[in-house]
């Protein structure tokens, strides 16, 4: 696909652009005597340590919680998507969100999930706090302003741009605890990306789906359980007890179990939505290449639902809040369907 680039700021006039900091690394620093640095820098503060970037946007900003990301909550999520929808309203052609990168792939894919419209929402932060040589957080933040200000990034739902990179929230995952280029999207790559204050955009995602969570809904509780070797699944008869309302699994390979999971599963399957994704974080979940026991034929045979594409930090997601919209389980099937990017073949 020709990829289609942006022309430069100055040839357009400013959109409007409003940025919602939730603190992370980008805003960390150091406060006392102690080792280790604290979300503290505000949201304006931010803005100000960028030079050039009230050139590319009416820049309005706002703090809206400030933590770091292991502390974000489904509640705060939903909190986030009903500020950004007012802000759409009011005349935002563009939303810009900061934020720690430990959890940035699932906010990222939250939102999107969360967020219909076709104005872009461009999540960045940093892998270096301010204090450190080399700190990525100015840059990361100049280009997501630019992305949220490209006529080019709407109707792409929303974004992750790191290192001057444009993911897809469908397909990126934080990889490395602390490089730079932690940010990739497996197996798509990225969507584009950003050089010389334009924006090239080199392919788009097929298909989106939105799911609607009234504010205030309790967002249901549900297991990720990743298999290991000679696994025997004890963990699966617990999760019902414990209050969970659904479960995935990343199985082994294109989606298996061992033998000796699959009465657990069977069982699990009866008393709540089981989905099947794959440990390994990259290709899809298979229908019908494998038929022993634990095998992805007799999984779904079972009743589980294939997450396709989507890892299982994704379709954990997707199914806690199609679960909160009280989705009957064929549209979660479909969601799932859409997002992973797959089929069930014809036998």
Known sequence: MLEAVEPPVEARSRPRVDLLATGGTIA??????????????????????????????????????????????????????????HRVADGAAGLVVTQGTDTMEETAFALDLLCPGQAPIVLTGAMRDPSRPGADGPANLLAAVQVAASTQARGLGALVVMNDEIHSARFVSKTHTSSLCAFQSRPAGPLGWVSEGRTAMAARPIGRFHVHVPSGTEVPPVALVRLGFDDDGRVFPALAGLGFQGAVIEGFGGGHVTPRMVPLVERLARKMPVVLASRTGCGETLHSTYRYPGSEIELLELGLIPAGALNGLKARLLLSLCLAAELPSKDIAGALQTLGMTSEPER
């Open 28 to 85: 960390s620093v150091q406060t006392d005597r102690h080792p280790g640095t604290t979300p503290t820098l505000t949201a304006e503060a931010l803005v100000q340590s960028v030079a050039g970037i009230d050139e590319i946007a009416e820049l309005r900003s706002a703090q809206v919680m400030q933590r770091a990301s292991p502390s974000i909550t489904f509640p705060d999520l939903l909190g986030l998507r009903d500020e950004i929808a």
